[in-house]
Structure formats: C-alpha cells, structure tokens
C-alpha cells in the first residue's frame, strides 16, 4: 500500500489477516513477557494514568451518574490481580469500547479552568501538557486492556486537544497560564 509522504505506519494501516486464528491461543505465557511489556511505562506513569482515570470516573460519578450503569465498570479479582492491566487502587474502570468521547470533553472542558474570577471569566487556565495526559491515559488504558475506543474519541479528541493547545498558547500571551 503506497503511502507517499514517509513517516510511521500506524497498526491500522498496516496489512495484516485478523481472520486466521492465533495458533496456540490457549497456552499459558511465562511471566518474563509480562516484566517486559510493564517496562513500556514506569510505574510512576501508570500509577499517574490510572489516578487520572479514577478522577474522571468520580467525575461523572457527579456530573452524569446515568452514564456510570453503560460507561463504568466493577473490576474483576482477575483484572484486579492482572499486572499488565496494572488498575492500582481503583475498583473500577471505564468501558472503553463504546466510550462517549462527550463526557469526555465535558470533564476536560472543566478541568481546563484552574481559576475563574466571580464573574465566570477564566483568570488562570491549565497547562497544555496537563490536560492532554488524560488523553493519554484513556488510549493507554484502552490499549493495555486490549480494547479498542472507538474512531470517533480519535477523531473528536485530537480536534479538542489541538484546539485547546491553542487556546492554552492564546491565554498564555494574555498572563492567563
């Protein structure tokens, strides 16, 4: 497939027979793979993405508990005890395939404003790089449980989080960072 232009292949674009069955499926792994793949993130960022996940939950615990019955779920003992899902302390997590890319941008939406004056105008704004790691700990969570969000969160999320790049590099220029 002729992609002109260079630059990494995503998984996505690459050719591959997902119809075949995995040969040997069943067999049971030895740990060392697993020691391995944990090395992808140090446990300082997993234990940051998994907190960033456990606020959104309690978010929308407040904000859309109807939400909470079709998003959120109870974990499993197995998934618990999984050191590749790696849930820290939470107890629950956010169903990933399906997942309403809305309420994400309304708990950024929010968390973007450090400061508002009385008023409502924004005094202070939060930092670029803070807002965008709960991106990030919505795609690595996703992808460590082996789940796929849907390409909409991909398409919706990355507009917003550029926007808001700009709107951060626009408050910053008027003392607002």
Do not use: C
């Not at 119809?19 to 040997?24: A, D, E, F, R, S």
């Amino acid at each position: 497939m002729a992609r002109g232009g260079g630059g990494r292949i995503l998984p996505s674009q690459r050719a591959a027979d997902d119809t075949t069955p995995i040969l040997g499926e069943g067999i049971a792994i030895q740990t060392e793979l697993v020691t391995t793949e944990n090395k992808s993130l140090d446990d300082k960022t997993r234990k940051n993405y998994r907190n960033r996940i456990k606020e959104i939950i309690e978010w929308i615990k407040q904000n859309y508990p109807e939400y909470i019955p079709v998003g959120v779920k109870d974990l499993s003992d197995e998934e618990l005890a999984d050191r590749v899902l790696f849930h820290w302390t939470n107890m629950q997590d956010l169903i990933y395939p399906g997942l309403n890319v809305a309420i994400i941008k309304a708990f950024i939406s929010e968390k973007k404003v450090k400061e508002r004056a009385p008023n409502g105008e924004i005094l202070i704004l939060t930092s670029f790089s803070h807002i965008r790691k709960y991106d990030d700990a919505i795609k690595w969570a996703a992808k460590v449980s082996k789940t796929e969000l849907p390409r909409n969160y991909y398409r919706e999320m990355d507009a917003y989080i550029s926007a808001y790049e700009k709107e951060y590099a626009e408050g910053k220029k008027e003392g607002k960072a």
